[in-house]
C-alpha cells in the first residue's frame, strides 16, 4: 500500500461544479502540500498545511491531523482547472526533510 | 523575475555518459530539491538540500549524486546514466525547508 493515496485517479466535471479530491497517508508528517501540474507539465505549489484549513481564491484545502486525510476543493470550477492536482506529505525526522508525494488526480473541467 | 531555471530541457544521451543537470534560482532560497517524474510512479525525491554544503538523500538516490557549493545552485550529476533514468527531472526550491516551492521547468531525459 502507497504512504500516500489520492482518490479519485481521474475526475470529469461541468464548468460551475464543484470538486473535491481527496488525500490519505499512513504516516506521521509534519506538513502536507496540494500542487497543481498543467498540461504542459509544469508544477505549482497551491498549499502548505499543517492543520486545519486554507483558502485561495476558489481553492479550498483542509486537513485532518488525526484521520490522516485532506481534501482539496474548487468552487464553481473552469475549463482552466484542468490539471493533475498532486499531494503530497512532509516527513522530517530531526533535521532531515523527506517528501512523498500521491500519484495524481487527473482533472477535466468541460465548457 | 524570481524564477527557477533547469538546463538542458531535453537531452537524449547513450548509456554511461557522463552528464549533469544544471539548478539555479534566484531568490536566495535555501532549500532545494530534485525529483524525478515517471508514468504510474509520480514524483518521487532524489536529493535535497536545506543550505549550501547539506544534502541529503530522498527517496530514489541511487544512482545520482548532487553538490551544493553556493545558494544559487544544486546541479544533478549522473555518473553512468542508464534507461532506468529515462524520466522527467523537476528541480525547485523553497525559502526555508520543503515549504511552498517554486518548481523548474522540468528536463526530460532519455537514456538510450
Known amino acids: 500500500k502507497n504512504e500516500v493515496e489520492q482518490s479519485p485517479q481521474n475526475l470529469t466535471a461541468q464548468e460551475g461544479e464543484f470538486i473535491t479530491i481527496n488525500c490519505s497517508y499512513s504516516?506521521?508528517?509534519?506538513?502536507l502540500h496540494w500542487l497543481q501540474q498543467h498540461p504542459g507539465g509544469g508544477i505549482v505549489s497551491l498549499f502548505m498545511l499543517s492543520s486545519g484549513k486554507k483558502k485561495h481564491g476558489r481553492l479550498i484545502a483542509t486537513i485532518n491531523i488525526q484521520e490522516k486525510h485532506s481534501s482539496l476543493h474548487i468552487t464553481a470550477s473552469h475549463p482552466r482547472d484542468s490539471a493533475v492536482y498532486i499531494c503530497a506529505v512532509m516527513r522530517r525526522g530531526g533535521s532531515n526533510y523527506k517528501l512523498t508525494f500521491g500519484k495524481g488526480t487527473l482533472l477535466t473541467v468541460n465548457p | 523575475e524570481a524564477q527557477v531555471t533547469q538546463n538542458p530541457r531535453y537531452l537524449i544521451t547513450v548509456t554511461g555518459k557522463k552528464l549533469t543537470v544544471t539548478c539555479s534560482q534566484n531568490?536566495?532560497?535555501?532549500?532545494m530539491s530534485w525529483y524525478r517524474q515517471d508514468p504510474g510512479l509520480g514524483l518521487r525525491q532524489i536529493y535535497y538540500?536545506?543550505?549550501?554544503?547539506?544534502?541529503d538523500k530522498g527517496d530514489v538516490p541511487e544512482g545520482y549524486k548532487v553538490s551544493r557549493k553556493e545558494k544559487r545552485n544544486f546541479p544533478l550529476i549522473l555518473e553512468s546514466p542508464s534507461p532506468n533514468q529515462t524520466s522527467l527531472y523537476f528541480c525547485?526550491?523553497?525559502?526555508?525547508?520543503?515549504?511552498?516551492?517554486?518548481f523548474g521547468p522540468g528536463t526530460r531525459l532519455t537514456v538510450t
Open positions: 525547485a526550491s523553497s525559502p526555508l525547508g520543503p515549504g511552498e516551492q517554486y
Open positions: 504516516v506521521g508528517i509534519s506538513a
Open positions: 531568490m536566495n532560497h535555501e532549500y
Open positions: 538540500s536545506m543550505n549550501v554544503e547539506v544534502t
